[in-house]
């Protein structure tokens, strides 16, 4: 037979539990806080860059908006800013020359992107580039007999590829383009990056997917301007 023992001791076990796990759930509270500090603090993510990456949400979210109204396809990644086009949409196998399926496809895109970005002040006085990346898969060139002629030719066609979409933006002619193309031709900056960032989908490259085109939007950072005024 069990006994319950009756007592003013119960209560005060009782009343020490209540205390120790009150304690362990605040101090485990502050750890959660020093963490998160000391995380913030050694990847650089100071005020000034959680608020560039806000306004980099809220410039790519309002991007995706009048992409979809329009309907253009795009795979839009809103919290780091990119906007990525399928090779598929614009160019022929191993070609860095658009299509005319590509071309129809930028004539919708790039009016839609830029007047979203430039007409207003309040994101333009905030950019500090926008990047054109070309991409490839990590397949075997046709033609390539060494790994470094592989690698060489994959980077030169996605730098071919990049630089095809700056071309068609640069020379591409649409009602208010003229109002910030002096702006826009000082933020545009064009780069091959070939097979060295593939799209990975369940531990295998997706092929499809890494063949691609990048404009990512880039902002100041305003920590490092404030430092410069500083001296």
């Known amino acids: 037979m069990k006994y319950i023992k009756y007592g003013s001791n119960q209560n005060s076990d009782d009343d020490s ?39 980099q949400y809220e410039v790519t979210e309002k991007i995706a908006r009048e992409l979809q109204k329009n309907d253009i396809k795009a795979e839009v990644d809103k919290f780091s800013g990119t906007i990525k086009i399928s090779d598929l949409e614009l160019f022929e196998l191993n070609s860095w020359e658009l299509s005319e399926k590509g071309r129809q496809y930028m004539s919708k895109f790039v009016p839609v992107y830029l007047d979203t970005i430039m007409k207003n002040s309040d994101i333009t006085d905030k950019i500090f580039q926008i990047v054109i990346e070309g991409h490839t898969d990590s397949q075997a060139f046709a033609g390539a007999k060494t790994p470094e002629e592989k690698y060489y030719k994959n980077m030169d066609l996605s730098l071919k590829r990049a630089s095809s979409v700056a071309q068609y933006i640069v020379y591409s ?41 990048e404009l990512k939007i880039v902002f100041k950072d305003k920590s490092v301007l404030d430092a410069i005024k500083k001296k």
């Open 173 to 213: 002619d649409y009602q208010g383009k003229k109002e910030y193309e002096k702006k826009l031709f000082n933020l545009l900056s064009v780069v091959g990056k070939g097979p060295s960032n593939p799209v990975i989908i369940n531990g295998k490259e997706d092929f499809a997917k890494s063949r691609r085109v």
């Open 17 to 55: 539990n209540v205390f120790w796990v009150t304690m362990s759930d605040l101090l485990l509270g502050l750890v959660v806080v020093f963490l998160v500090l000391f995380i913030f603090t050694i990847t650089g993510f100071t005020q000034n860059k959680i608020n560039e990456k806000e306004s």
